[in-house]
């Protein structure tokens, strides 16, 4: 223990004296670093949150540096090793850049100029430096707080949750007989003449100082069986499976809803095969047939790997993966690719475009404001109704969603030329649209009764106009209506129902996100907090009104042609 204090000693004043201590961060983490394989033993071990889930060390260490750094990994070291890191060496890891703070404001009253921050810079003359800002904005309402103030308390969480995991009191691994769990216990160790009594956590890091001195980790190794031991004895009755444990840290470390696997599996193959079939329209021939295959089978490729990602989340937690905002875009994303192969058969290009939209929708589940973590269910959802009325509804969107976009792509094609191939095209993907708003609307129709009869069991009422039922009802009328614009028999059908697919969607999104995020009811995940709507929202309204007009005019030009 004098070794290490005389380590940090020697650590602060060097920093005192050069700006190459930020050169040489690298060594000296090198220098304390967790071994790997004792790390990956540790990822295995149990634990409580503080929700009441059991999950894997790996599982929690992983959420941590993603709350603390919106990272994966920091430094060449893996979640584990850092979060256990912070546990047994607090003094060093303090004084380590793992803090992210993103605004200008708040890094200038830090009077630091880069995003990530150590521990003791929040901290001046034992005092913490945004105790005043972070009271002012709990003096507000929610509604009233400013984009600073959201930052202020953003940060101050990542504080008090580094300053939980430095204290050792944060992840609880040690269950107790009347069924608490806690995050130190006593233990006895043989001394030269008695027996001393200690807590786990001081004799753990003491071991782990001489294992990093030493380079030796056995007795390291030794101290995580008598972890597993207390947790066999006392709490062998809820533990997870040893495959159940392999498979979430195997969930964790494959990130298959990330931005590196699906999202670019259906964008870039999305994008391939849209390009081709529009190729193949004007200039059709082997090769290009060839491509399309390749391409078609690179996502059916991605399509099982998102329906068993799916089927792995289910397993880990013990519920359908669809009872949050993450989970629910995730499967809408899937139910998306599923009304492209209802299609494909009559036209590649549904598959493409559902591609296509499955990407923005991963695009969206991967937000900093959505969060991927799995949790236990809030009791008003622990029904089989979760299952029927939740999957049927959110699948409708999916299908909505191909709507919109082969609207949209009705459209571009509208003024990309009026060639007969296009017009035929065109047609072609205007019958598809309806068929495929036909199923979303049935399927909207039938999860709103079904959410109808869940909520008499959950609430004793049918209906209550709530918001989310309100807005589920104004879907339903949107697109009705604009299934029956046929009735109208003008020449115009064809253009009028692809724009009223593109901006029909505009109420399921409000029915999701608006009333999800935006109105207070039963159905809110954050209501009066809502998020700030994203940038790219406005400019891709003008993008979509621009394309609508030219297309009205493009469109015109090809009614007088058909005239003539």
């Not at 430094?75 to 256990?84: A, E, F, G, K």
């Not at 670019?264 to 999305?270: E, S, T």
Request: aromatic content about 16%; charged content about 15%.
């Amino acid at each position: 223990m004098l070794k290490h204090i005389f380590f940090i000693f020697f650590f602060i004043v060097f920093s005192a004296f050069a700006d190459s201590t930020i050169l040489s961060l690298d060594s000296l983490l090198d220098k304390r670093v967790i071994s790997s394989d004792h790390a990956y033993n540790v990822s295995k071990l149990i634990t409580l949150d503080n929700q009441g889930r059991i999950k894997p060390y790996h599982t929690v260490a992983s959420e941590l540096i993603r709350k603390i750094s919106r990272k994966k990994e920091l430094y060449n070291q893996n979640p584990t090793q850092i979060i256990l890191g912070m546990t047994v060496d607090p003094l060093f890891w303090q004084m380590v850049p793992i803090i992210k703070v993103s605004d200008y404001e708040v890094l200038k009253i830090l009077n630091f100029d880069k995003n990530l921050v150590p521990f003791v810079s929040f901290f001046s003359k034992n005092q913490y430096i945004l105790t005043d800002y972070v009271n002012s904005a709990y003096s507000k309402k929610p509604i009233d707080r400013t984009k600073f103030d959201k930052k202020i308390l953003e940060v101050d969480e990542r504080v008090n949750i580094c300053s939980m995991i430095f204290s050792g009191n944060f992840i609880k691994m040690f269950p107790s007989i009347d069924g608490e769990w806690l995050p130190d216990v006593s233990m006895s160790v043989p001394g030269l003449d008695s027996v001393k009594t200690s807590s786990f956590q001081a004799i753990y890091r003491d071991v782990i100082y001489d294992a990093i001195e030493n380079r030796n980790w056995n007795e390291a190794n030794l101290m995580l069986e008598y972890i597993k031991s207390q947790q066999f004895e006392k709490a062998a009755y809820i533990l997870p499976s040893n495959f159940k444990v392999n498979l979430e840290i195997f969930y964790n470390e494959a990130d298959l809803f990330g931005w590196s696997r699906l999202f670019l599996i259906y964008f870039l193959f999305g994008i391939f095969l849209l390009i081709f079939l529009l190729i193949n329209i004007f200039y059709s021939n082997h090769l290009i047939k060839k491509i399309i295959l390749i391409n078609k089978i690179f996502i059916s490729l991605g399509f099982c790997i998102h329906f068993f990602a799916l089927i792995m989340r289910w397993y880990i937690s013990g519920h359908a993966p669809w009872s949050n905002a993450y989970e629910s875009v995730i499967f809408i994303a899937f139910a998306t690719m599923i009304a492209g192969y209802v299609f494909t058969k009559k036209s590649n290009l549904s598959l493409s475009a559902a591609c296509l939209v499955s990407a923005m929708l991963l695009v969206v589940a991967n937000l900093n404001w959505l969060n991927p973590e799995i949790t236990n269910l809030v009791p008003v959802l622990k029904s089989y109704w979760l299952m029927i009325h939740v999957s049927v509804i959110t699948s409708s969107y999916g299908f909505f969603g191909l709507c919109a976009f082969l609207g949209f792509l009705n459209l571009v094609l509208i003024i990309i030329n009026d060639d007969n191939k296009i017009k035929s095209n065109v047609s072609e993907l205007t019958i598809i649209n309806e068929q495929s708003m036909m199923i979303g609307l049935f399927l909207l129709t039938v999860g709103t009764f079904l959410g109808g009869v869940w909520a008499n069991e959950s609430w004793g009422r049918y209906w209550g106009w709530d918001p989310k039922e309100t807005w589920a009802l104004v879907s339903c009328i949107v697109y009705a209506t604009i299934l029956h614009v046929r009735l109208l028999k003008t020449k115009k059908y064809t253009y009028l129902f692809n724009l009223f697919a593109l901006f029909g969607f505009s109420s399921i999104l409000m029915t999701y996100f608006g009333v999800n995020y935006y109105l207070a009811g039963l159905h809110s995940y954050a209501a009066g907090d809502p998020f700030p709507i994203p940038s790219f929202v406005y400019p891709s309204l003008i993008f979509f009104f621009i394309v609508s007009i030219i297309s009205y005019f493009r469109y015109q030009k090809w009614i007088l042609n058909e005239s003539e």
